[in-house]
């Protein structure tokens, strides 16, 4: 095992879809023995609000929830782990969730609103570039 | 003394056999013996290449009806 190989990952988005590939990609680079770090800004800083990890729309075919319910009755039959348990996973194998202090500045977020238990560091971009520059695997979701 | 720990992931898809491989990789000391049984074909082709990414040492694969176990070995320390 290379020591140190890093990922980072920018949650951009807070689509249902997108957040769920993130947490995925995530938790499988963890497993795979890398470091991990996903920095949640913008419309992704929404789903670390308290009971929001999945409520976001669908990214395409939302169809007004109709879409999402769908996709939904889908992952389940397939039996795929709930966001909820893959962000506990994240947590318990070693992963970083950044919180965007300026995204939270922005849209009037308070650390309260947030699930301050999931979160490991509230900061800015130089802190994402610093972990970006030592990272073996950049994304931007 | 080596623990034989054992990962039932029977019924569980992606990511999850490779998370709680990982999970069980942690908790474990050099020496020790991990089985991982699962029925996740891609699981099967996944966690051997972990293995490997991770330095530890597959033991062996075995598959009966659908059913595979992975047999993994943590390194003894140096």
């Known amino acids: 095992m290379a020591e140190g190989d890093k990922a980072t990952l920018i949650v951009h988005s807070g689509d249902f879809d997108k957040v769920y590939s993130a947490l995925i990609i995530g938790t499988g680079a963890l497993s795979m023995g890398m470091e991990v770090s996903m920095y949640f800004t913008f419309w992704g800083l929404e789903r670390l609000k308290k009971n929001e990890l999945d409520k976001g729309p669908l990214s395409r075919m939302n169809f007004l929830g109709l879409g999402k319910w769908m996709m939904k009755k889908k992952l389940k039959k397939s039996n795929v782990r709930e966001m909820d348990k893959l962000l506990e996973d994240f947590n318990e194998l070693g992963g970083k969730i950044l919180a965007c202090d300026m995204t939270m500045e922005i849209m009037g977020v308070k650390k309260e609103d947030l699930r301050e238990e999931v979160i490991t560091d509230y900061c800015a971009v130089g802190t994402y570039i610093k972990e970006a520059k030592e990272s073996d695997v950049t994304l931007f979701i | ?78």
């Open chain 2, 1 to 78: 003394m080596t623990k034989s720990n054992r990962v039932d992931v029977l019924g569980e898809t992606c990511p999850v056999p490779l998370v709680e491989t990982r999970k069980a990789v942690r908790k474990s000391s050099p020496g020790d013996i991990i089985e991982v049984i699962g029925n996740h074909p891609e699981s099967k082709e996944e966690i051997p290449m972990a293995v490997e990414e991770l330095g530890l040492e597959l033991l062996g694969i075995e598959e009966e009806g659908g059913q595979w176990k992975i047999r993994i070995k943590i390194p003894e320390e140096d």
